[in-house]
């Protein structure tokens, strides 16, 4: 008896996986409740593997339907974890760096000594890696003070060459691409009614060979603090209030419709792009959602390329997801994927080696 009440559950789990695999197939204008099962994928390959475990020893027959759905989705538990390893990198290769500063505000709270120091130490982080592009979101910097971002970036580091689709004369501010090589064509590719939420594209010559970047910032879930102390609360145990949960879920399923339309604009773009490029930035979507598996159709993420370890970009929330990324046309191939837990933004800056030989 207590073998088939244990089989039912599992059964639940099983089906709950198999939503997921249809939910990223799904656009969530169509069925926006199916797309909040692109969260608990994570949670439901663990308990799934558990009950496999389980069945090896109470009744291997039932073993046989939850492995079975845990295979069919093989290909997403390498979007959860990497197990690959690096190419060397030679000179003429490519270093690219993506990272959302969150307007390097994070901790400060008004405190204008830890933005600095925010941003002094994220101006570190670059000079040591020396990355040959930087493409950075939630970015906003002044121009003509010597000790500000974008001087330091364009007169000291060696990025000479920048777009911002927010490009003023005293500031600069939105999906920003700095560049080491010369950037012939550049620009914003919708009308920007947000300007930290900018998708920008620049065409950048390197060694004779032109590729196009493009770097963008798709719709938040515009969580508010208050809602993100309660979301972490969870990893002590707590639950949250129902009037607090319904406010989190509607804003994500307002966030994944929004992303949908977002992805038909990008994919009509991309498409169209002749040559290899780079998609990357701030997607604000899981590896298991309809937004990551759209981008991903004729486009290679650098993670499962070259990614080891289990990976996650974004600090503020639990559970730990990947949603930082950097996607490349089919030609150019990926040598190395580097991401590591950076404290002076809510997200960690993601770096990758390529090869456009």
Not at 265 to 270: N, R
Request: net charge negative.
């Amino acid at each position: 008896m207590i073998k088939r009440v244990l089989y039912i559950i599992n059964l639940v789990f099983v089906l709950l996986l198999l939503g997921v695999y249809v939910s990223v197939r799904v656009s969530p204008e169509y069925i926006p409740e199916l797309s909040l099962l692109s969260y608990v994928y994570p949670l439901l390959l663990i308990i799934n593997l558990l009950f496999c475990f389980l069945w090896l020893f109470l009744k291997w027959k039932y073993l046989l339907v939850p492995l079975a759905v845990v295979l069919i989705g093989s290909n997403f538990v390498f979007r959860f974890v990497g197990i690959n390893s690096s190419e060397d990198k030679t000179e003429n290769d490519l270093t690219v760096m993506t990272y959302n500063v969150k307007a390097f505000s994070q901790g400060a709270k008004d405190d204008r000594t830890i933005a600095i120091r925010n941003k002094d130490s994220i101006l570190s982080l670059i000079e040591s890696l020396s990355p040959d592009i930087v493409c950075l979101q939630e970015y906003a910097s002044v121009k003509k003070s010597e000790s500000c971002f974008h001087y330091v970036m364009t007169n000291k580091l060696g990025y000479a060459y920048f777009f911002a689709p927010d490009n003023a004369k005293n500031y600069v501010r939105g999906s920003v691409i700095y560049s080491k090589y010369p950037i012939n064509r550049s620009g914003a590719l919708f009308p920007m009614s947000k300007k930290y939420y900018s998708k920008t594209y620049a065409d950048i010559a390197v060694n004779k060979k032109q590729f196009r970047v493009y770097n963008v910032h798709l719709d938040s879930y515009k969580l508010s603090d208050e809602e993100k102390d309660e979301v972490n609360k969870l990893k002590d145990g707590e639950i949250t209030s129902e009037e607090t949960s319904k406010g989190i879920i509607a804003k994500l399923l307002e966030t994944n419709k929004e992303q949908a339309k977002e992805v038909r604009e990008l994919t009509s773009v991309i498409n169209e792009t002749e040559g290899d490029f780079l998609l990357l930035g701030d997607f604000n979507a899981t590896p298991y959602s309809y937004t990551y598996e759209i981008l991903t159709k004729k486009l290679k993420d650098s993670f499962v390329e070259r990614g080891s370890g289990f990976s996650s970009t974004h600090n503020d929330l639990l559970p730990k997801f990947r949603i930082d990324y950097i996607l490349a046309s089919e030609r150019i191939e990926v040598l190395d994927y580097k991401q590591d837990v950076f404290e002076y933004s809510d997200h960690n800056p993601v770096v990758v080696d390529f090869s456009l030989e």
